[in-house]
């Protein structure tokens, strides 16, 4: 096995172990509302990744859910790669497929402030998504927190930036297959 360079500063918080474990349970979760939707609607979910971020986990999600769903993306951005932290300014480069009556699965790999899946939720509402539900695998607790996922992997409180599983830290080291915290500066 090839050695990983870990940077000193980070702290291993989710171990790929812990990640599995948690993606599996999540699709549990979900399984009879992904049955459901295909089985009373005729259609199947469509499972919209937030890329960047979202893709380790969105694969790894999708994976484990025993039914059919149909991947799709788009790319939302907010935060600097330079700094990490976050601009008022949000985009979406990249639309997803048609949402007009589907139940649309949002998945991404953190819910922080939560302002990215309150615009992507009221932006699949807008584009006539029947049902949306909300899927990450990490939820941080804070007071000032403007939406909270159907689906949550793990819950954290703490003010540490996360880095790894999609999550980068200045444009560096989202490959990481682990989940890291690093003080904040
Ligand atoms: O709950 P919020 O405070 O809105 O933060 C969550 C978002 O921040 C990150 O994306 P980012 O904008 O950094 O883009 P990236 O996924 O391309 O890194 C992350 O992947 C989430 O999409
Ligand atoms: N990489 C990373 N992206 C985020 N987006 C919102 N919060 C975070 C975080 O803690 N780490």
Avoid at 61 to 71: A, N, R, S
Avoid at 78 to 102: D, H, I, W
């Amino acid at each position: 096995m090839m050695i990983r360079e870990v940077p000193q500063n980070f702290k291993l918080t989710y171990s790929q172990e812990d990640i599995a474990y948690r993606v599996y349970k999540m699709a549990g979760q979900m399984r009879h509302w992904v049955k459901d939707a295909q089985v009373n609607d005729g259609q199947q979910v469509l499972a919209i990744c937030i890329l960047r971020g979202g893709v380790f986990f969105f694969a790894d999600l999708l994976k484990q859910i025993p039914y059919t769903v149909e991947p799709s993306f788009c790319r939302a951005m907010s935060y600097s790669s330079e700094s990490n932290t976050q601009s008022e300014e949000f985009r979406l480069v990249v639309e997803p497929a048609e949402m007009k009556g589907r139940h649309v699965l949002l998945v991404d790999d953190i819910c922080d402030s939560g302002k990215t899946l309150k615009h992507l939720h009221a932006y699949a509402l807008e584009n006539g998504a029947k049902m949306v539900k909300t899927a990450v695998l990490i939820h941080r607790n804070h007071a000032a927190s403007v939406y909270t996922p159907d689906y949550i992997g793990f819950e954290y409180t703490g003010t540490e930036w996360f880095a790894g599983y999609g999550m980068e830290d200045k444009n560096h080291n989202s490959n990481f297959p682990e989940v890291y915290t690093i003080p904040c500066q």
